[in-house]
């Protein structure tokens, strides 16, 4: 067909237009690709890299391997000032990760040419998935409640004298200017010259959830409400149906435009998971990417191919991953390295078939992981059962053991020890829960890595339970159980030393309560979260039923048949004893400490 003269110029202009919006689009999708990357890198390096020693071969490798694709895609940007001093960070970030450096030093370097990438090429960057603002709420409160106030109207105890004040999140005219993007902006890099420093040190994924949060401050219930109603009916799924469209958004240009997309707007600020359920599901992302990867390979596009294969790890199958790790650990490595070889294929341009084989081996991983993601978690049942016989259990022979020893210094004559003993169980009590909170923040910040920690809690609760186990089988009689009380108590009472009466109260209670600990510890982390509500339940139904236990036990002088009592809380130990070893190996298996032989 033939370009009559007269529409030629015009054809030429709109062909140039088209290229030009074409590559603009490539060339966005590759910086946030980078941007992705190197967030990646700024958590996941710190865990598997300590003083110089690798903990995770495979991992640390993926992590340098993302950090050299980040450096190759910043080469095929667009040219601007800045791109020369760009690079110059990118290769040295590469450097210092092939030198193994301290992971302190990688995420920051990883985090600030993140940001320099996203001042340089003006990027608009939205969330990967939805914002928990749940957990944004205790973050605002640690973080940002001593300036803007427990409510976020400026009016924290800090904010006397700053100047400028802090920022009123209920300030409508002032909000109705704030895109949740320009919040996320200010969170990450703050605001110069003013006491708003930026926290570029927290996770991408909790900056954003405080930008949600601080933008839905000021939003009143009954818009929500309209907002959700709306949505439901359809309005706002093409203006607001994905994160970006929706962070990108002036709060007042979108209200005069219509008062019912404002109100949408509303109701996704305030709940962002109504996009995440719009959105496809992780694992179809991954699906879809390798075949748009596979699509650019057989059309001779190895970058482009290259591209999408790190997209669908990064934006699909890295959300599902922790999830997958409690139900199915080596399976999540499996889809793993599968990733990472195909990204190896691509850069060594092996044939088209091998690719393709290569990618119908991961579709296959990827349904397996689909399966046991719905399928393999710890049942509601299991979990339960588990939480509520450990509770019940460890709590039922403290109590016989204070039962115990109260009756044996009534009989006595020695209620003058009865005080004492009271104050040792209630000082357990304490110590209890305050090493409880040691436990939990300690393995928070001391930790190689999260699957290290798991192993090493499951293997040494497995230690004592076997150890109690064993305790419990040399008393397993009535007489042998009477000898034991007996020779503890009469012992502190010779001695005419009543806070020896405290030691031992304070000792029979502490003991159980540091494997209570132990225990759920590990429990936590096999549940996963889907059956964690089961757990609680557990510890919630043994403490009512040890509450009636301790006050028969103690008021009527119950007695217990201890033997078979003890002869099958033995048993029972050894069988969870088993389990939690089981659970630790493979722990420390998935984090490299220990040899494995499932690839």
Not at 475 to 495: C, E, H, N, P, Y
Not at 532 to 561: C, E, F, Q
Request: aromatic share 8%; proline share 4%.
């Amino acid at each position: 067909m033939t370009v009559p003269a007269l529409l030629r110029p015009l054809l030429i202009l709109f062909l140039c237009c088209a290229l030009g919006a074409v590559h603009a689009a490539t060339d966005d999708a590759k910086a946030q690709t980078i941007i992705h990357m190197l967030d990646y890198v700024s958590v996941d390096y710190p865990e598997f890299v300590k003083h110089g020693k690798v903990l995770d071969e495979p991992e640390y490798q993926e992590q340098r391997e993302f950090a050299r694709q980040s450096a190759l895609l910043l080469e095929q940007l667009p040219d601007n000032a800045g791109k020369a001093a760009l690079l110059a960070k990118a290769k040295q970030l590469v450097a210092r990760v092939d030198a193994k450096a301290p992971g302190e030093e990688i995420a920051a370097l990883a985090r600030a040419l993140a940001a320099d990438v996203v001042r340089s090429y003006r990027l608009t960057v939205a969330p990967r998935q939805a914002p928990d603002l749940e957990k944004a709420a205790t973050l605002f409160q640690a973080q940002c409640a001593a300036c803007h106030g427990a409510q976020g109207r400026g009016d924290g105890p800090a904010a006397p004298g700053m100047e400028p004040a802090p920022s009123n999140f209920h300030d409508q005219a002032r909000m109705q200017q704030r895109s949740i993007y320009g919040l996320y902006n200010t969170i990450t890099l703050g605001v110069g010259g003013t006491p708003m420093r930026g926290f570029g040190a927290l996770p991408e994924a909790d900056r954003w959830a405080l930008a949600f949060l601080a933008a839905a401050m000021r939003t009143p219930v009954e818009q929500v409400r309209k907002g959700e109603a709306l949505w439901q009916q359809g309005t706002g799924k093409q203006e607001l149906g994905n994160f970006r469209a929706l962070v990108t958004q002036q709060p007042g240009e979108l209200a005069a435009q219509s008062a019912d997309l404002d109100a949408v707007r509303s109701y996704l600020t305030a709940r962002p998971q109504a996009i995440a359920a719009a959105a496809p599901a992780p694992l179809d992302f991954t699906r879809g990417k390798l075949a748009e990867s596979l699509a650019a390979y057989r059309a001779g596009d190895r970058a482009g191919a290259r591209q999408h294969a790190i997209t669908a790890y990064l934006e699909g199958f890295e959300l599902v991953e922790a999830g997958l790790d409690n139900v199915d650990a080596p399976l999540r490595r499996q889809v793993e390295d599968a990733l990472m070889g195909l990204r190896s294929d691509i850069d060594a341009g092996k044939p088209v078939d091998a690719v393709a084989q290569r990618i119908d081996k991961l579709q296959e991983l990827l349904a397996r992981a689909e399966e046991n993601l719905g399928a393999g978690e710890m049942s509601a049942v299991a979990a339960f059962t588990s939480s509520l016989l450990i509770l019940l259990r460890e709590g039922l022979e403290a109590i016989l053991v204070l039962a115990a020893i109260v009756a044996f210094v009534r009989k006595t004559g020695r209620s003058d020890a009865l005080p004492y003993i009271h104050f040792g169980w209630i000082a357990a009590v304490v110590a209890g829960i305050a090493t409880w909170f040691a436990a939990n923040y300690l393995l928070t910040i001391t930790g190689a890595s999260r699957e290290v920690t798991e192993g090493v809690a499951a293997l040494v609760a497995a230690a004592m339970l076997l150890y109690v186990g064993l305790w419990l089988h040399r008393r397993s009689t009535a007489q042998a159980w009477q000898a034991f009380i007996r020779d503890q108590v009469t012992t502190a009472l010779g001695k005419r030393t009543l806070w020896a009466m405290a030691g031992i109260s304070f000792l029979a209670v502490y003991r159980e309560l540091f494997e209570v600990i132990l225990f759920y510890q590990a429990l936590w982390a096999q549940a996963g979260e889907g059956r964690r509500g089961a757990v609680l339940a557990g510890i919630g139904v043994a403490a009512l039923l040890l509450t009636l236990l301790a006050w028969v036990i103690l008021k009527y002088s119950a007695r217990l048949p201890l033997g078979p009592f003890f002869k099958a809380t033995s048993a029972l130990l050894v069988v969870m004893a088993i389990v939690f070893a089981a659970h630790g190996v493979g722990a420390l298996q998935e984090a490299g400490w220990l040899p494995t032989l499932m690839r």
